[in-house]
């Protein structure tokens, strides 16, 4: 199986459950991209979603835009 190892940075609006709202800026999100299981934009979001969900405790949250490195390893 084909893989790459990428970083993703990524701006998301975080919402708390107190209802404070919070735009942050997160670098350096890991990402190994599996080509023949699913897309690159799916595993750099799917990335994203894992490590907001283990770091934050949010109501809701909104990632803004993102960008990913070129292929640190092949």
């Known amino acids: 199986m084909t893989k790459s190892e990428h970083t993703v940075e990524a701006t998301v609006d975080v919402v708390t459950k ?7 800026t997160i670098m ?3 990402v190994v991209w599996e080509w023949e299981v ?5 595993a750099e979001f799917w990335a994203i979603l894992d490590y907001i969900s ?3 405790q949010f109501a809701s949250f909104s990632v803004k835009c993102y960008s990913s490195s070129a ?3 092949q």
């Open 18 to 24: 107190d209802g404070q709202e919070h735009t942050v």
């Open 28 to 30: 350096g999100i890991p």
């Open 54 to 56: 283990d770091h934050f």
């Open 38 to 42: 699913m897309s690159r934009e799916a």
């Open 71 to 73: 292929a640190k390893n």
